[in-house]
């Protein structure tokens, strides 16, 4: 079942904090000697073998939830495999209440007992999942183990090779949700043209034919609505919202009842189109600038979460003079992209389909697939993401074009309302780069990768490279940059300096200026990363250095020279 989404009105207990926990690399509380599962795991406080106990919760060390494991403990650093998770918590059972557990995502594949009951297993390290524990919750103590296990394997998404640091264990936030026996499990709403249209869908024993009204208080709008069958509520109805738009984030209370349940969101009301080239909010062309971001934290090491971290990634952005922000490569935190709702930054959601994934492995699609509609499920309703993308410069082969294609049938199934693209990369041709990725013709926007004056390319020829397509769609540069130690001011013929990165961007801007059917980027990247590929001693001491900040919050100087472009087109 896919993740109910966290609405106002839901009964929420954060689980966040310190839990006890146990490094496993060998399966040793999973699996016996000879790989079979064992009937009492770790899960419990029993003894594997009667009479010898060889684990001690009581005196297991603590890491904090939520949190990745590689930042709190430097013996976790590189660690790749189990840990093992407990939390005792109280609590109360209401009859009619049923109760979830709730995690904003746990990197990668997690397996969760309540007291002593295996109550659901989930793949994938950056959505949401929740378990049911209505029948195995009790009144007083109960007892919370999680295995999470984040070793690469060729049938994940994403496969084994990133460049990004592997964090695992639960980075997001914990919960134990209550609701009503019958529920508002998820609800869409959107503006199409001149109309309000949606759907909620119930769960639970009274979901057919239930009446369920929908509110809308600041225009006026209170509809009364009847649940079919499969418990679904459609509605449509005329109405004049003010536009949600960049710098321009008008939010409505969005209110929903049924039964006993009375949840409410905070909701924009946008169209998003395009028209050749150009990319139409409220059927205006924007430009999009933009910044590429990776979810680490801008203050300390690890994983970024929550409504803080949010603030001062995104202030950053606008700090920036941007409209826009790629959360990359995978989706990041809720709190993220309802920040984004709020400060009017549009967003460019993705899944971790990166590089090389195993194509032909009809498992490997449903991850990549399930991953998807959990993000699109969670974030439906955020006015912010207009863009669902769903690669991350992938090499060319018909496995990888049919894969491709099956997530874009099934991301316009689930939701026809937004734009769907991914980054491409383009061919070097007679003195110029060109795209014509096969999967651009399924696309609504060409995301492109390049590195013109990095990897390649003189840095004197950059601003007079030619850049065509053969498809007349809209073009988001979604990466381009440089490397850059902060405070190595060094000059601009010197590879990992401030000036030589400001040199780049001065180039590169000069050349974008130049491509007649770009809408948009989202240069590489707002904040210097970790990254197990980038060994460079005294230079890159496992960061990715083309950040435009340091990991210690410091600007360098090519943060300007992007700024003052954007300034200068926003004007
Ligand atoms: C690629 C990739 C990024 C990577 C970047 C780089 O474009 O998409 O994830 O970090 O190159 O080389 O820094």
């Known amino acids: 079942m896919v993740a109910f989404q966290l609405l106002t009105g839901r009964t929420r207990h954060s689980l966040s904090g310190r839990w006890r926990s146990i490094v496993d690399p060998y399966e040793a509380g999973y699996r016996t000697f000879y790989g079979e599962p064992w009937e009492m795991g770790w899960f419990s406080d029993l003894p594997l073998r009667p009479g010898v106990a060889e684990y001690d919760w009581q005196k297991a060390d603590l890491l904090d939830v939520p949190g990745d494991w590689n930042s709190q403990d430097p013996k976790l650093f590189f660690y790749e495999g189990s840990v093992w998770y407990r939390r005792d918590f109280q609590h109360e059972i209401k009859n009619g209440q049923r109760a979830f557990l709730y995690f904003g995502a746990a990197n990668y594949e997690t397996v969760a007992w309540l007291n002593g ?64 026996e019958t529920f508002v499990h998820r609800f869409g709403i959107s503006l199409q043209e001149n109309e309000i249209t949606g759907f909620i869908q119930l769960d639970g024993p009274l979901s057919e034919g239930q009446s369920v009204s929908l509110r809308i208080p600041e225009l006026g709008i209170e509809q009364e609505i009847e649940s079919d069958s499969a418990g679904t509520a459609r509605f449509q109805f005329s109405a004049e919202p003010e536009r949600w738009a960049p710098g321009a984030p008008r939010l409505y209370d ?53 409504r803080d971290d949010a603030q001062t990634l995104l202030g950053w952005a606008v700090e920036l003079g941007c409209n826009f922000v790629r959360l990359a490569h995978y989706p990041h935190d809720e709190a993220t992209v309802r920040r984004a709702d709020e400060l009017g930054l549009l967003v460019w959601a993705e899944i971790p389909v990166y590089w090389n994934i195993d194509w032909e492995n009809p498992t490997t699609l449903e991850c990549a697939e399930s991953q998807l509609e959990e993000l699109i499920e969670r974030d439906r309703n955020r006015a912010a993401v207009i863009l669902w993308s769903l690669s991350n410069e992938s090499p060319h082969s018909e496995a990888r074009l049919n894969f491709l294609k099956a997530l874009v049938d099934r991301a316009r199934q689930l939701d026809s309302s937004r734009l769907l693209t991914a980054a491409l990369m383009a061919r070097f ?9 096969p999967i651009g013709e399924y696309l609504d926007v060409m995301g492109c990768n390049e590195y013109l004056g990095w990897y390649y390319k003189e840095l004197d020829d950059v601003a007079d490279v030619p850049w065509s397509t053969t498809y007349d769609k809209p073009l988001i540069m979604s990466e381009l940059g440089a490397g850059a130690v902060a405070g190595s001011i060094g000059d601009e013929e010197t590879i990992f300096t401030e000036r030589h990165q400001a040199r780049v961007y001065r180039e590169q801007i000069a050349m974008m200026k130049k491509i007649p059917f770009l809408a948009g980027l989202s240069p590489w990247i707002l904040k210097d990363f970790r990254s197990p590929r980038r060994v460079l001693p005294g230079i890159q001491d496992y960061y990715n250095r083309k950040g435009l900040i340091s990991e210690r919050g410091q600007k360098k100087m090519a943060f300007d020279v992007l700024r003052r472009w954007y300034l200068e087109i926003e004007d």
Not at 147 to 174: C, E, F, H, L, Q
Not at 431 to 437: K, R, T, V
């Open 429 to 437: 041709v007679e003195g110029g780069m060109h795209i014509d990725d």
């Open 254 to 306: 969005v209110e929903i009842e049924s039964g006993a349940d009375q949840v409410s969101d905070r909701v924009g009301f946008r169209t998003i189109t395009t028209r050749g080239s150009e990319i139409l909010i409220n059927d205006e062309p924007v430009f999009l600038r933009g910044i590429s971001l990776h979810e680490e934290a801008p203050n300390r090491p690890g994983r970024a979460f929550g």
């Open 117 to 180: 009951q295996e109550i659901g297993r989930h793949v994938g390290g950056f959505t949401p999942f929740a378990f049911e524990v209505t029948e195995s919750i009790r009144s007083g103590t109960n007892s919370l183990f999680l295995k999470i296990d984040n070793t690469r394997n060729r049938s994940a998404v994403p496969m084994t090779s990133t460049d990004w640091w592997n964090y695992g264990g639960p980075t997001r936030d914990i919960e134990l949700v209550e609701t009503p």
